[in-house]
């Protein structure tokens, strides 16, 4: 296939469905005789494998990262090496294996590990003529690749999104904030806390090879509570926000989401003011303003359901003076929905 033909085909697939992303583990390579020296390119067999999965994956189905190796980095070579490795580096495949190699033949072995099974789910076996070493490789990675299109494709085509994707993300926290700004000689923040509801989209914008995006959307309620400064006349307030929020997610591994978001909001303030010698009085003023915000969430688990996360908010209303304030929260979030025949591919 042409190259330019290749770009564009590889382009337009991976626009459309999420590539599988398989992290490949540095093979172990050994001697089965201990005066066989083992060649560079021996040693270099996961490397020359990534390479030719590449060349195999015409369309982008697969999307392949080398892990790093070394002689100070233990090797894969069991499924609990693997199963560490895929919680280290966030991948739902770990591809690993080893290659002996003899004095005129070479044999190699590709497990294939899924962290959602949590199991090893297909082994694979070549071998070669030593003085032609790369024909056991190139075997190898074909025969991956025609066995990941066989059990994955069909999958990934009835369901082309993780199971944590679609349906609404329920939010609860509390938190504490400050005024801003002249605010700050009038009023004194206590306590905040905060509601909200976030609609998931069905499929991520990106995804990467060691991460996804995507927007959500949804909106808060929120209530603050604070009291004057006792510079001022003595009074409680009482803050009630309603914000509609638009954020972009990038999620860097597994269990960490990072976001950042925008969007306005309407803030209806009560006042309650207490003097000395006259009777209590009350005020109430609404005005609309624009809040943003960045949050970091860990999610327990890999299907995503439930999340501890933090949260930075700064908001201003149109009051005069502008009401300025920053509002630190602490919340949990659960995501109850999950949808049907959910494969997760991540």
């Keep these: 296939m042409p190259l330019p033909v290749r770009i564009a085909v590889l382009f337009f697939s991976s626009a459309t469905l999420p590539a599988i992303d398989i992290a490949i583990a540095p093979f172990s390579v050994i001697a089965v005789d201990p005066g066989i020296t083992i060649s560079e390119s021996e040693y270099a067999f996961s490397g020359t ?12 189905f697969i999307r392949t990262r080398a892990l790093p190796g070394g002689a100070d980095i233990r090797a894969v070579r069991t499924a609990t090496d693997a199963r560490r490795t895929a919680e280290l580096y966030g991948h739902g495949y ?54 990941l299109r066989r059990d994955l494709e069909p999958a990934r085509q009835a ?30 923040g206590v306590f905040t806390g905060v509601v909200g509801l976030r609609a998931l989209p069905e499929s991520p914008l990106r995804r990467g090879a060691d991460w996804t995006s995507y927007f959500r959307f949804g909106g808060d309620v929120r209530y603050s509570f604070g009291v004057s400064h006792p510079a001022v ?25 990072l976001s950042l978001g925008a969007g306005p909001q309407l803030r209806i303030l009560y006042a309650y003011q207490q003097t000395l010698y006259a009777r209590p009085s009350t005020a109430v003023y609404a005005a609309l303003g624009f809040s943003t915000a960045a949050s970091y969430e860990y999610w327990f688990q890999d ?10 908010v700064l908001g201003g209303e149109q009051f005069s ?17 999950r949808g049907p025949n959910a494969t997760n591919q991540s």
């Design 49 to 60: 494998l990534c390479e030719l999965i590449e060349r195999f994956d015409v369309d982008g």
């Design 321 to 337: 003076p502008v009401f300025l304030h920053l509002t630190l929260e602490l919340y949990g979030s659960i995501h109850p929905y």
């Design 159 to 188: 369901r082309q999104l993780r199971p944590d994707f679609g349906g609404l993300l329920i939010t609860t926290g509390v938190g504490g904030w400050i005024a801003l700004g002249e605010w700050r000689s009038i009023v004194s």
């Design 303 to 312: 299907e995503h359901r439930f999340a501890l996360g933090a949260r930075a």
């Design 94 to 147: 770990v591809a690993y294996g080893r290659v002996s190699v003899g004095d005129s033949l070479i044999e190699a072995e590709l497990s294939l590990y899924s962290f959602d099974e949590k199991a090893v789910r297909k082994r694979l076996y070549a071998k070669a003529a030593r003085n032609d070493g790369e024909e056991a490789v190139s075997e190898l990675a074909r025969r991956f690749v025609e066995y």
């Design 233 to 257: 006349v003595s009074a409680n307030l009482h803050c009630f926000d309603f914000l509609l929020t638009a954020e972009l997610c990038l999620e860097p591994d597994r269990h960490a989401v």
